[in-house]
C-alpha cells in the first residue's frame, strides 16, 4: 500500500529556515512524478515544487524560487524541500503528492493537484515577522 509520511514542519521567524521530508513506501519510488504543494490558511492548495521519476525538478512555484530547494534522494525513498529564508507568506500546511506517470506527462502535469493520486498527510509550517 502507497504511504507518504511528511515531517519536518515547525514555527520559525522570518528568515529563518526549515526542511521538511517525505517517507515514500509501498511502490518503486524511482516510479512516480512526486511534489511538494502548501495549503496556506483559507486559500486553496498551491504547487510549490515537483520533480520527476528520474529526480529532474519540473517546476518551482516563483514565490519560492531562489528560496526553496526539492530534492529527491533515491537511497533513502525520502522527498525533502529545503527552505530558506522563510516569510510569513509562507505558513501554510506543506503535503507531499505522487502520481505514478512517466517523466514527459511528469513535466507537462506536474503543477496541477489533480495530477496526484496519493497525499502524505500534511505538516504544518508558521512563520511570524
Known amino acids: 500500500q502507497v504511504e507518504l509520511v511528511e515531517s519536518g514542519g515547525g514555527s520559525v521567524e522570518a528568515g529563518g529556515s526549515l526542511m521538511l521530508s517525505c517517507e515514500v513506501s509501498?511502490?518503486?519510488?524511482?516510479?512516480?512524478?512526486m511534489a511538494w504543494f502548501r495549503q496556506p490558511p483559507g486559500k486553496g492548495r498551491e504547487g510549490v515544487a515537483g520533480v520527476t521519476p528520474g529526480g529532474g525538478v519540473t517546476f518551482y512555484a516563483d514565490s519560492v524560487k531562489g528560496r526553496f530547494t526539492i530534492d529527491a534522494a533515491k537511497p533513502s525513498h525520502t522527498l525533502y524541500l529545503q527552505m530558506n529564508n522563510l516569510q510569513p507568506e509562507d505558513t501554510a500546511t506543506y503535503y507531499c503528492?505522487?502520481?505514478?506517470?512517466?517523466?514527459?506527462?511528469?513535466?507537462?502535469?506536474?503543477?496541477?493537484?489533480?495530477?496526484?493520486?496519493?497525499w502524505g498527510q500534511g505538516t504544518q509550517v508558521t512563520v511570524s515577522s
Open positions: 503528492a505522487s502520481a505514478k506517470i512517466g517523466a514527459s506527462d511528469c513535466y507537462s502535469r506536474s503543477r496541477s493537484a489533480n495530477t496526484y493520486t496519493t
Open positions: 509501498g511502490y518503486p519510488y524511482e516510479s512516480y512524478c
